[in-house]
């Protein structure tokens, strides 16, 4: 079955610190994407980043980079020099092959607070 | 700004109640799909539609409907609702119907009393 497991619940750091949100993904397919969001407390959600199963590197946008790991089935997300606007829910995403259902699977969510 | 607008932001009602969520695509985007977001649950699909036609089901319930207008818009019917019900309720659409990029609205947060 398709899973997302997202084990740290809540994280909290202190300004300028870095941090990584982890996200552990089960799928029997070859094909597949995978996506973080950002929840700010506004409640929106913003996209951060889409990766698709065959594309391992990593990548780097700004103080936000990704490590995608086939091989661990591992997908995290690295804040360096985290500010107070980091402050927010992150959540990892799986999509579903063509034809199948739901779209996207997520998982729980790590709650991030970074403080000043 | 994801360029997806819903309305209303926040609605609250009573047990029972029907209530219609709307939402608007970004321009361009053909597909729109529904998602729930509540405290127990978190965040699950409800339902997709692709220019105009239902693509995909998730959890939905039957008290539940949908539908996508010829404009693209699309509105999410709540209906026979119960205290459960409470939750945001977000839209979401892509260009395409299969594993783009979805993008999300700001979500209606619905309270049933």
């Known amino acids: 079955a398709q899973k997302v497991t997202q084990a740290q619940t809540e994280i909290s750091v202190v300004e300028k610190e870095d941090v990584t949100l982890d996200c552990v993904y089960e799928t029997r397919d070859t094909t597949y994407y995978l996506f973080w969001y950002k929840q700010p407390p506004s409640g929106e959600l913003v996209f951060l980043i889409r990766?698709?199963?065959?594309?391992?590197q990593n990548e780097i946008s700004g103080r936000y980079s990704w490590n995608f790991q086939k091989s661990t089935s591992s997908f995290n997300f690295t804040i360096t020099a985290s500010q107070v606007v980091d402050s927010a829910v992150y959540f990892c995403a799986l999509s579903y092959p063509r034809g199948q259902k739901p779209k996207l699977i997520f998982g729980t969510g790590t709650r991030l607070q970074v403080f000043p | 700004d994801s360029g997806v607008t819903q309305t209303p932001k926040h609605l609250i009602t009573a047990t029972g109640q029907r209530v219609t969520l709307r939402c608007s695509p970004r321009s361009g985007d053909l597909s729109v799909y529904w998602y729930q977001q509540s405290l127990d649950q978190g965040l699950q699909f409800l339902i997709q539609?692709?220019?105009?036609?239902?693509?995909a089901k998730g959890n939905i319930l039957e008290r539940f409907s949908a539908q996508q207008f010829p404009d693209l818009h699309s509105e999410l019917n709540l209906s026979s609702l119960e205290l459960g019900d409470s939750a945001l309720y977000f839209c979401?659409?892509?260009?395409?119907?299969?594993?783009?990029?979805?993008?999300f609205g700001p979500g209606t947060r619905l309270l049933v009393l």
């Open positions: 990766r698709n199963s065959f594309d391992e």
């Open positions: 539609y692709y220019n105009g036609e239902e693509r």
């Open positions: 979401a659409s892509s260009v395409g119907g299969n594993q783009e990029t979805q993008y």
